[in-house]
């Protein structure tokens, strides 16, 4: 007769080995599998779990018997036992099974015996019996009669699987809405504290024959210069709109920045305002005056 044993892991082990006759429970959960797909270059690696197989013969069968070949069986949705062929892969000593069927030798007292889920498998828990196919010369296995062709199913194993998220995908994933997060704080509440907008509509540039009429409500700065100059798309979009107005007569740049519901004038020492105002207010008539030259201009905010 053949009795067939199963222990998990260093601490059942010592359990057996110090007390080989003790009954051990057969239904055996072989743990969890946490699967997913591939993304990009993060690939999934199979999860083997395995357990420690022990084979114990009576001394009557030295001799007198060959090989023992088992095979996976679960029970199908109409309550009948079939071949497991998708579900797993069925590892002897790191040796893959072929079609899952585990033949053991009388020279294999322990095995070291693995299974892999494979992409296919449904997620859930799965049940497998382990079914002899042929007996080797062996009467009766683990107190089963190998005669009755209903029998013997050994060995309930249970193993679950999960399907989860790829690290990768899951961490860009995270990475994004962060992202997202922090942008749309800087957008809708970071933004307008750091860069204002203007309040009013346009402003309005008159010097002699010189006539300019910019709209500059919702822009965060006015640049006055003679050179070209452009903002660039991502400027723009983080800190917000700049209105350019280029002409030959400004020597030096000046600016104007949003101060409430009026503007301020910024940068340059070389200009004066009259009448003097920390703030130009709508509708009020401004004269704009170089001191080292006779560029003057009134500015009109509308």
Known sequence: M???KSYICWII???VLVSCEKEIDTSMLWGKTDYYTDFMFYEYEPVRMTKTICFDANKDSEG????VRFSLYKMSNDSTYVPVKDDILLYKNENLCSDNILEITPHDKEIRLGIEFTPTAKEGTHK???KVLDNGGFDRINDYSTEDEALPLLLEWKAEKNNVSNPL????GWLFFILLGLLLIWLFIMKPIMYPTFKVGNIQIISGSYYSTKKINKARKLVVTSSPKRQSSVNKFFTGKIIYERNEMWKDEWEL????????????RKYTIN??????EKHNEYQLEHLESEVKAKITLL
Do not use: Y
Not at 64 to 67: E, K, T
């Open 2 to 4: 053949l009795k067939i």
């Open 13 to 15: 082990t010592t359990l």
């Open 64 to 67: 007198r018997v060959g090989n």
């Open 128 to 130: 497998w019996f382990l």
């Open 169 to 172: 995908a899951l961490g860009l």
């Open 257 to 268: 920045h949003p101060k409430g519901k009026g503007a301020r004038l910024v940068g340059n």
């Open 275 to 280: 009448p003097f105002a920390v703030s130009l």
